[in-house]
Nanobody
Framework: QVQLVESGAGLVQPGDSLKLSCAAS????????MAWFRQAPGKEREFVAG????????DYADFAEGRFTISRDDALYMVYLQMNSLIPEDTAVYYC?????????????????WGQGTQVTVSS
């Protein structure tokens, strides 16, 4: 059974940066496409960024393009989300997700494994 554990929660000010980490265990991490989703209060869960198996390509939501960077370290079973130029609208619980396929997807419904989430709050 694959387990995902996010870390890096924080309260930051607008314009600050924050790096989220997701540690995977219990599976063949290198075989998974990995993604970050987020959910703000009263809103649906939305795709943030994804990275294919072997980091062959990445995908970003429009709001994340140019500000966020997803990366993975297959040797450490880790995936990261570097977030820069944070704005209050980025406030949400951020979730790490894994899919036992090559290709990342923006559809949250087809991911096989999820972390418990980590809170990011952007406020002055």
């Amino acid at each position: 059974q694959v387990q995902l554990v996010e870390s890096g929660a924080g309260l930051v000010q607008p314009g600050d940066s924050l790096k989220l980490s997701c540690a995977a265990s219990g599976g063949y991490f290198e075989m998974f496409a990995m993604a970050w989703f987020r959910q703000a209060p009263g809103k649906e869960r939305e795709f943030v960024a994804g990275i294919n198996r072997r980091a062959s390509s990445t995908d970003y939501a429009d709001f994340a393009e140019g500000r966020f960077t997803i990366s993975r370290d297959d040797a450490l079973y880790m995936v990261y989300l570097q977030m820069n130029s944070l704005i209050p609208e980025d406030t949400a619980v951020y979730y790490c997700a894994a899919r036992d396929q090559f290709q990342v997807s923006r559809n949250s419904g087809i991911y096989d494994y999820w972390g418990q989430g980590t809170q990011v709050t952007v406020s002055s």
